[in-house]
């Protein structure tokens, strides 16, 4: 009877396999499935087509403290930043998003801003892509207070800086032009050639590949050292009046044109390249030189050691010139070294 | 210039990768070397670096889409998984409601299976812990059981009059099958650079301050291979090898030398320059993947 009735069949079931249903689900919990990723990672596929981009020119003014600090990132274009004598910033994208400034910090003395931000928007078209607070456009034209400090990252950015205080840039690509700049330069780009003219203060000049080229730079307080770096190209450094220098080229040469100042300490160093000085006849100082090719000198030195055995590497300690208080430091590791009159 | 120059072929492959390591060890050694040959590859860097911007179209708008395939398809996924449990109970229902046969069979089979769990599931009659205090027969052997053992036995473990005092009220120890296979695995050594120095340094002894060196340069090259791939264009690639094997090459220059006369300060000094030179080389492919991922 229990059986013919199907309808209670089918009642008495419902629990039982509600039971069923549960028992299974907790028996069985299938594996967790990877989190979703946030909606932004979502909507960063597809990228929008350049040919959807409102790309356009944008131009905007804030007003400032004289010592500015400007922060910014750029993902691709030319950027140029020039120092001027007004106390704000100006900012034209050429061909790209629309930006805004964003203060970080206010002057309490005036309480204009000494901490600005420059950070992309998107535009009505672009809702579905993430907001990224970098700017990008084909040219960004800067100026800025001569008392301006720059900060900027770029990912494959062509940047040009004249007449601020002070420079910190970080660029994965692309080469970096800085001239004029008075209390210091942090530059790094890891693909491209970096330049550096009429400039003072602590100088720290890094490139993986690319070259590096120096000409007319200073100090601008005592004990500002200069550090070049690069792996794969050539430095050339002239006429530099830090007292502390430490050029560095793993696969590329390197030279140096300018005085050796009493009481300096150079070090010039190059896996597999040659080292050229340029000194003045009257430079002094204690030389130490180690090298696999060969060693010459248009200045007369007197030998204190010198290591010429069958080895890889030949070494010299020598007095230069009259003798001072100047150290040099000369290592190649695959070519030779000269030292030549100015 | 060397006179067994590389194969054109050979140089392409190294560029794209496809060499081993010690193929790439050897190549990047010749071009350290080999005015020829090293024109030869920066003759192909730059074709590659007309090629690969031709392409990088096609590159990056493959990829993507891809992509975003992958991710709906996990949404669809997850939504599914995700689902509450009174719609998939519903679902059943629904089942049960149309085909009253399967209906009957599952009920059956639930009931079953409830009456066999409850059968099964007695306390059982010893504990899995604790003081064991049976008596056993004089002269039988302890023997370690595991739990599942005695289960299946259902009887006491047997214990020794000698070790009934004290030992007797010492906690039963569960000890682990011993499922897993004798054969020793061999350790995994991953050294995805294995330059020529490295393989000198772990034959010989360490000079003083070396090691720290080597073991930076082994944990930050197994980093870098994992990411160089996609951090670095072809030409950067390029140069990138051709820098590491100038200094794998000075690292093994330097240090026969240092080992044929241990007094030779600038040799030292040289080697130890060209570690930090290995180190920074390596350490800048980080802190670009680093600064390319914090722009994003």
């Known amino acids: 009877m229990f059986?013919?009735?199907?309808?209670?069949?089918?009642?008495?079931?419902?629990?039982?396999?509600?039971?069923?249903?549960?028992?299974?689900?907790?028996?069985?919990?299938?594996?967790?499935?990877?989190?979703?990723?946030?909606?932004?990672?979502?909507?960063?596929?597809?990228?929008?087509?350049?040919?959807?981009?409102?790309?356009?020119?944008?131009?905007?003014?804030?007003?400032?403290?004289?010592?500015?600090?400007?922060?910014?990132?750029?993902?691709e274009g030319e950027?140029?930043?020039?120092?001027?004598?007004?106390?704000?910033?100006?900012?034209?994208?050429?061909?790209?998003?629309?930006?805004?400034?964003?203060?970080?910090?206010?002057?309490?003395?005036?309480?204009?801003?000494?901490?600005?931000?420059?950070?992309?928007?998107?535009?009505?078209?672009?809702?579905?892509?993430?907001?990224?607070?970098?700017?990008?456009?084909?040219?960004i034209e800067i100026d800025a207070p001569v008392g301006a400090s720059l900060n900027l990252k770029g990912q494959d950015v062509s940047i040009t800086v004249d007449g601020i205080r002070r420079v910190s840039i970080k660029n994965a690509g692309g080469d970096i032009s800085v001239r004029n700049v008075s209390d210091g330069?942090?530059?790094?780009?890891?693909?491209?050639?970096?330049?550096?003219?009429?400039?003072?203060?602590?100088?720290?000049?890094?490139?993986?590949?690319?070259?590096?080229?120096?000409?007319?730079?200073?100090?601008?307080?005592?004990?500002?050292?200069?550090?070049?770096?690069?792996?794969?190209?050539a430095i050339s450094v002239q006429k530099i009046s830090h007292r502390q220098l430490e050029v560095n080229s793993i696969s590329g040469s390197v030279t140096y044109n300018g005085d050796i100042l009493n009481g300096g300490s150079y070090a010039f160093w190059t896996s597999n390249g040659s080292i050229k000085l340029t000194v003045p006849a009257s430079s002094a100082g204690t030389l130490t030189a180690s090298y696999a090719g060969s060693f010459s000198s248009d200045l007369p030195y007197k030998l204190a050691t010198e290591t010429v055995s069958p080895g890889l590497v030949k070494s010299i300690v020598a007095v230069l010139g009259a003798g001072g208080n100047a150290a040099l430091k000369l290592t190649t590791n695959n070519g030779s070294i000269s030292i030549k009159k100015l | 210039m060397k006179q067994d120059c590389l194969d054109i072929g050979l140089i392409q492959a190294f560029?794209?990768?496809?060499?081993?390591?010690?193929?790439?060890?050897?190549?990047s050694g010749h071009i350290a070397t080999c005015d020829r040959c090293a024109s030869m590859l920066s003759a192909a860097e730059d074709e590659s670096a007309i090629v690969f911007p031709a392409l990088e179209r096609e590159f990056n708008t493959l990829v993507p889409t891809q992509r975003l395939?992958?991710?709906?398809?996990?949404?669809?996924?997850?939504?599914?998984?995700?689902?509450?449990?009174?719609?998939?109970?519903?679902a059943l229902i629904r089942i049960g409601m149309i085909t009253p046969p399967l209906a009957a069979a599952a009920s059956v089979l639930v009931i079953v299976g409830v009456s066999a769990l409850m059968l099964v599931d007695r306390p059982a009659a010893i504990v899995e812990s604790g003081p064991v205090t049976a008596s056993v027969k004089t002269g039988d052997t302890p023997t370690p059981m595991s739990v599942a053992e005695m289960h299946r036995s259902d009887k006491v473990v047997p214990v020794p009059d000698h070790v009934s005092t004290a030992p007797a009220t010492a906690p039963y120890r569960i000890e682990r099958a011993d499922y897993r296979p004798t054969v020793s695995?061999?350790?995994?050594?991953?050294?995805p650079r294995l330059s020529p120095a490295t393989a000198a340094d772990r034959s010989n002894s360490y000079m003083p301050g070396e090691e720290s060196y080597v073991k930076t340069i082994a944990s930050l090259s197994r980093a870098v291979d994992a990411q160089k791939d996609n951090s670095m264009r072809g030409s950067e690639r390029v140069s990138f090898e051709r820098d590491m094997a100038v200094v794998d090459d000075a690292i093994t220059k330097m240090r026969s030398e240092v080992k044929r006369d241990p007094k030779n300060e600038s040799a030292k000094q040289v080697l130890y320059s060209s570690y930090q030179n290995k180190i920074d080389l390596l350490s800048s492919v980080s802190q670009k993947e680093e600064l390319v991922a914090s722009l994003r």
């Open chain 1, 185 to 233: 330069i942090n530059a790094t780009t890891y693909r491209g050639d970096l330049t550096v003219e009429q400039s003072s203060g602590a100088m720290v000049l890094e490139n993986t590949s690319g070259n590096i080229v120096v000409f007319d730079a200073g100090p601008s307080e005592i004990g500002d050292i200069f550090k070049a770096k690069t792996a794969s190209g």
């Open chain 1, 79 to 139: 950027v140029r930043v020039n120092g001027w004598n007004r106390n704000e910033v100006r900012m034209l994208v050429i061909g790209g998003g629309n930006f805004n400034f964003k203060v970080q910090q206010k002057s309490q003395r005036s309480s204009d801003p000494v901490w600005i931000m420059a950070v992309g928007e998107a535009a009505d078209t672009e809702k579905i892509r993430p907001v990224n607070e970098c700017l990008r456009g084909d040219e």
């Open chain 2, 15 to 27: 560029m794209d990768g496809e060499l081993d390591h010690s193929q790439v060890d050897k190549v």
């Open chain 2, 69 to 90: 395939w992958i991710k709906i398809n996990d949404s669809i996924a997850e939504e599914r998984a995700n689902r509450p449990l009174w719609q998939k109970a519903w």
């Open chain 2, 185 to 191: 695995r061999s350790v995994y050594a991953a050294s």
């Open chain 1, 3 to 75: 059986l013919k009735n199907r309808k209670l069949m089918a009642l008495t079931a419902i629990p039982v396999i509600i039971l069923s249903s549960a028992t299974a689900n907790f028996a069985q919990t299938p594996p967790k499935p990877a989190p979703m990723p946030p909606t932004s990672e979502l909507m960063r596929f597809p990228k929008a087509p350049p040919a959807a981009d409102p790309d356009g020119d944008h131009e905007r003014f804030i007003k400032t403290d004289p010592a500015i600090n400007l922060s910014l990132c750029v993902m």
